[in-house]
């Protein structure tokens, strides 16, 4: 056939893609077939083996093909080239620049994503892995997982950041008329941003409340021209107070508790100064400061209002009207570390909260309250509770419950490590003792550090039932969460989020829940309990099962320096309110002194 005289249309068994075109760049410029194989095809592409061959093969006719697409609907420039080009080498060749130009004339032969294309077609190679060991296989599962999930979907995926996340939704959201809409709360904001229609300007005795995200403050309480800004180069770029705090705050945006616990600080004290001290944050003193503190002990009613969300007009700073001393003291020695690094990054001149005490509080005998523990009678009754709950077939929920309790009552796990635990990160334990088969799991706990706790017999057999409900092997599964909801409830809300089937775990919140519901049915089924016990498990929280491991371990004589490690405590200091051998000793001893003082013959 003469190309320059017959134009023969282009059937097309395949749309490329845009990792196609990206290939067909990188071969253009004379990359070997077997860098662009492994860069942008995946072993199922079409079903073929993306083999150098293979590769350098489809790329041809894929050029062949645009060259054709170019030649009809191209400028008359770019035709003749072409054409002279094909007789002259028996086929088209391209330069970087002219094959540009033929990806605009060839625009129609770029395909529009649809829900079954496959995410390897649209996606770099390492980035549709990563989607694909998540079981999202298509575009369509994509776009469905990203809408039950929200913002943090991409957390439930490994190597998949927030920066990688966004332009992911981006691409999504650009062929939304093809791939169904995105909800809007998929877009992951970064802290402390609000669309602009949510932001109100705050200042005076009768502002409206609203939280740091939604602030925006009058040029007089700024802080742009504080009385306590630093003359020197500062650090940071903050033009006003209300970007100094975010700016200090955005250094938690990896630790969400560490960062929700400083934000309520920090807004409160911001709305305080400029709505009832009515200055600028860079321009408060020691005595403002002193103020704030006994502003703590009974805040303003304005201040305080039930929980409602942040979006809401009826948010409120504070929950109650009293805070705790412990509660107080928490909340300046907040505020003095942040004023310190605004002092270090020399946005402020000094920090005032220097010369501010911390509110007087009781130094109690023991670090934490550990009164919540089960003594060692009760928690025994209770598992074989549990146990015959969990024989029926259909009790798959105590089942779930189960592995809850004994993952925290016999390895000190907290309720936040529940939910991260994962059976990849679980294995059988070289050390054993007395042929007793020992399980071990590693995962990231509190203060972002790995650890590595014991899992006892009785949980891996929890484990074992938990997974067949859920219909696989335990044994010889890969991965997956460790603790996973077996029945969603039929709520609208639950239902989006867990509707797409994708491998969810439990939220901290349902762990309370979980255990809420526990307590009541141990309460009312347990025979023989006793009002004491009935009103210890009212009170019984995920965390008191962390406690109750402690105190059984202490009370067992495992080492304190085990239990420390285990329960992954910073200090031993922490740990040894499980150890109570020193504090019966003089129990004791003080029983034996009272017997010696009683008189004879009394009772």
């Given at each position: 056939?003469?190309?320059?005289?017959?134009?023969?249309?282009?059937?097309?068994?395949?749309?490329?893609?845009?990792?196609?075109?990206?290939?067909?760049?990188?071969?253009?410029?004379?990359?070997?077939?077997?860098?662009?194989?492994?860069l942008y095809f995946t072993e199922d592409e079409d079903g073929h083996e993306p083999t150098p061959g293979w590769v350098e093969s489809y790329l041809r006719r894929m050029q062949a093909d645009l060259v054709d697409l170019a030649i009809e609907h191209g400028s008359p420039v770019l035709a003749d080239h072409l054409k002279q080009s094909a007789r002259r080498h028996g086929s088209a060749r391209l330069t970087a620049i002219s094959l540009k130009m033929v990806e605009q004339a060839a625009g129609l032969a770029v395909a529009q994503p649809a829900p079954e294309h496959?995410?390897?077609?649209?996606?770099?190679?390492?980035?549709?892995?990563?989607?694909?060991?998540?079981?999202?296989?298509?575009l369509g599962e994509l776009v469905a997982f990203c809408s039950a999930r929200g913002g943090s979907w991409w957390r439930a995926i490994r190597r998949i950041g927030p920066g990688r996340a966004r332009r992911v939704v981006a691409w999504l959201r650009q062929h939304e008329a093809a791939l169904g809409s995105i909800p809007a709360d998929v877009d992951e904001r970064p802290p402390f941003t609000a669309d602009d229609s949510?932001?109100?300007?705050?200042?005076?005795?009768?502002?409206?409340?609203?939280?740091?995200?939604?602030?925006?403050?009058?040029?007089?309480?700024?802080?742009?021209?504080?009385?306590?800004?630093?003359?020197?180069?500062?650090?940071?770029y903050a033009r006003n107070d209300l970007e100094a705090v975010r700016a200090y705050l955005y250094r938690y945006r990896d630790q969400p508790k560490t960062l929700r616990a400083y934000t309520k600080e920090l807004e409160r004290f911001l709305l305080w100064a400029v709505c009832v001290r009515g200055k600028p944050l860079s321009s408060l003193l020691a005595d403002d400061c002193e103020a704030y503190k006994d502003f703590l002990k009974t805040p303003s009613p304005a201040f305080v209002g039930p929980r409602f969300a942040r979006s809401s007009s009826r948010w409120r700073p504070f929950a109650s009207a009293g805070m705790s001393a412990d509660s107080q003291k928490y909340a300046i020695r907040a505020l003095r570390a942040a004023f310190a690094w605004l002092v270090d990054v020399r946005y402020l001149a000094g920090n005032p909260w220097k010369?501010?005490?911390?509110?007087?509080?009781?130094?109690?005998?023991?670090?934490?309250?550990?009164?919540?523990?089960?003594?060692?009678?009760?928690?025994?009754?209770?598992?074989?509770?549990i146990d015959e709950q969990c024989a029926p077939r259909e009790a798959r929920y105590?089942?779930?419950?189960?592995?809850?309790?004994?993952?925290?009552?016999?390895?000190?796990?907290?309720?936040?490590?529940?939910?991260?635990?994962?059976?990849?990160?679980m294995r059988p334990s070289p050390y054993r003792a007395d042929n007793v088969p020992a399980w071990e799991l590693t995962f990231v706990g509190k203060r972002n550090k790995e650890r590595t706790v014991p899992v006892s017999p009785a949980a891996i057999d929890a484990l074992r039932a938990h997974w067949a409900d859920r219909g696989l092997d335990f044994d010889s599964a890969a991965e997956g969460p460790l603790i996973k909801p077996i029945f969603v409830p039929p709520t609208p809300l639950a239902q989006e989020r867990h509707g797409n089937g994708t491998d969810e775990s439990y939220v901290p919140d349902a762990i309370?829940?979980?255990?809420?519901?526990?307590?009541?049915?141990?309460?009312?089924?347990?025979?023989?309990?006793?009002?004491?016990?009935?009103?210890?498990?009212?009170?019984?929280?995920?965390?008191?099962?962390?406690?109750?491991?402690?105190?059984?371990?202490?009370?067992?004589?495992?080492?304190?320096?085990?239990?420390?490690?285990?329960?992954?405590?910073?200090?031993?200091?922490?740990t040894t309110i499980y150890v109570q051998a020193e504090k019966e000793r003089m129990l004791r001893e003080a029983a034996r002194y009272f017997e010696k003082q009683r008189t004879p013959g009394s009772d």
């Amino acid at each position: 056939m003469n190309l320059a005289n017959q134009i023969q249309p282009v059937v097309h068994h395949r749309a490329y893609s845009r990792s196609d075109f990206t290939a067909l760049r990188a071969f253009v410029q004379r990359v070997p077939a077997a860098t662009i194989a492994r860069l942008y095809f995946t072993e199922d592409e079409d079903g073929h083996e993306p083999t150098p061959g293979w590769v350098e093969s489809y790329l041809r006719r894929m050029q062949a093909d645009l060259v054709d697409l170019a030649i009809e609907h191209g400028s008359p420039v770019l035709a003749d080239h072409l054409k002279q080009s094909a007789r002259r080498h028996g086929s088209a060749r391209l330069t970087a620049i002219s094959l540009k130009m033929v990806e605009q004339a060839a625009g129609l032969a770029v395909a529009q994503p649809a829900p079954e294309h496959g995410v390897g077609m649209w996606f770099r190679p390492l980035v549709a892995l990563r989607l694909k060991e998540a079981g999202i296989g298509t575009l369509g599962e994509l776009v469905a997982f990203c809408s039950a999930r929200g913002g943090s979907w991409w957390r439930a995926i490994r190597r998949i950041g927030p920066g990688r996340a966004r332009r992911v939704v981006a691409w999504l959201r650009q062929h939304e008329a093809a791939l169904g809409s995105i909800p809007a709360d998929v877009d992951e904001r970064p802290p402390f941003t609000a669309d602009d229609s949510e932001i109100i300007e705050i200042g005076g005795s009768h502002a409206t409340l609203v939280p740091l995200e939604r602030m925006a403050l009058r040029a007089a309480l700024s802080g742009a021209v504080g009385e306590n800004r630093s003359a020197a180069f500062a650090y940071i770029y903050a033009r006003n107070d209300l970007e100094a705090v975010r700016a200090y705050l955005y250094r938690y945006r990896d630790q969400p508790k560490t960062l929700r616990a400083y934000t309520k600080e920090l807004e409160r004290f911001l709305l305080w100064a400029v709505c009832v001290r009515g200055k600028p944050l860079s321009s408060l003193l020691a005595d403002d400061c002193e103020a704030y503190k006994d502003f703590l002990k009974t805040p303003s009613p304005a201040f305080v209002g039930p929980r409602f969300a942040r979006s809401s007009s009826r948010w409120r700073p504070f929950a109650s009207a009293g805070m705790s001393a412990d509660s107080q003291k928490y909340a300046i020695r907040a505020l003095r570390a942040a004023f310190a690094w605004l002092v270090d990054v020399r946005y402020l001149a000094g920090n005032p909260w220097k010369a501010v005490k911390d509110p007087v509080v009781i130094e109690r005998e023991a670090g934490l309250d550990i009164g919540r523990a089960l003594p060692a009678g009760l928690w025994q009754r209770a598992r074989i509770y549990i146990d015959e709950q969990c024989a029926p077939r259909e009790a798959r929920y105590w089942r779930t419950v189960r592995v809850v309790l004994l993952l925290s009552g016999d390895s000190g796990l907290r309720r936040e490590e529940l939910t991260v635990a994962r059976r990849e990160k679980m294995r059988p334990s070289p050390y054993r003792a007395d042929n007793v088969p020992a399980w071990e799991l590693t995962f990231v706990g509190k203060r972002n550090k790995e650890r590595t706790v014991p899992v006892s017999p009785a949980a891996i057999d929890a484990l074992r039932a938990h997974w067949a409900d859920r219909g696989l092997d335990f044994d010889s599964a890969a991965e997956g969460p460790l603790i996973k909801p077996i029945f969603v409830p039929p709520t609208p809300l639950a239902q989006e989020r867990h509707g797409n089937g994708t491998d969810e775990s439990y939220v901290p919140d349902a762990i309370n829940k979980m255990v809420r519901w526990a307590m009541k049915r141990l309460i009312a089924g347990m025979p023989d309990l006793t009002v004491a016990e009935m009103t210890q498990l009212t009170s019984t929280s995920p965390h008191a099962f962390r406690h109750t491991f402690g105190t059984q371990a202490g009370a067992n004589d495992v080492p304190i320096d085990v239990i420390q490690r285990i329960m992954g405590h910073a200090s031993l200091q922490t740990t040894t309110i499980y150890v109570q051998a020193e504090k019966e000793r003089m129990l004791r001893e003080a029983a034996r002194y009272f017997e010696k003082q009683r008189t004879p013959g009394s009772d």
